[in-house]
């Protein structure tokens, strides 16, 4: 296990990748178990990657590549918590303050939300299915790539391509909307 943390603190990519795949399943799991949340899960797994690979000189030979990225995580974690629960206290007291903007904050977040329910019926009959068994019904890559009888990198590459299609349409709305204001 040594040898794993000096190869990545190295900078050998083929180890990363190796721990990666060792590893994000399980660190996804752990931190739903943690939080509920397949969209909390998700944003851990990634930010924790992320974060071992920029700050992969600081890692200790001391310790296995396990428990170094499973601290990560945990940190990683809990700031993520904390930034919600600030974000839901500001809610909150907007609501206390103004309770007329609630109204309005409705109006216009179901109007998005049909923009964006619309740009997924756009897709393809595929994506759009995995698409929907991700984001809509949180399951996992591994699940997902089971349902229908595709590799779980196959998913990985249609919620890829769906999540950028669909910032492409949603940003071309966007722009039409304001020509339209303006």
């Not at 990363?16 to 060792?22: C, E, G, N, S």
Request: aromatic share 8%; proline share 2%.
């Amino acid at each position: 296990m040594e040898s794993i943390v000096q190869d990545i603190k190295n900078g050998n990519i083929e180890r990363f990748k190796m721990v990666y795949q060792l590893y994000h399943t399980k660190l996804y799991f752990y931190v739903l178990k943690c939080t509920h949340s397949a969209y909390l899960s998700e944003e851990t797994v990634q930010l924790s990657f992320i974060l071992l690979w920029e700050k992969r000189s600081k890692l200790s030979t001391n310790f296995n590549i396990s428990a170094q990225l499973f601290r990560i995580a945990k940190s990683v974690m809990i700031d993520l918590l904390r930034k919600q629960q600030v974000h839901n206290r500001h809610i909150a007291s907007m609501l206390q303050e103004q309770p007329d903007w609630h109204m309005e904050t409705d109006i216009t977040i179901k109007e998005e939300l049909k923009l964006v329910f619309n740009s997924i019926e756009q897709l393809s009959p595929i994506r759009r299915n995995v698409f929907k068994l991700s984001r809509l019904e949180g399951l996992p890559h591994k699940e997902i790539a089971r349902q229908l009888s595709i590799s779980p990198k196959t998913v990985e590459n249609h919620i890829l391509r769906a999540v950028r299609q669909l910032k492409d349409s949603l940003l071309i709305i966007s722009i039409l909307l304001i020509r339209l204001l303006f």
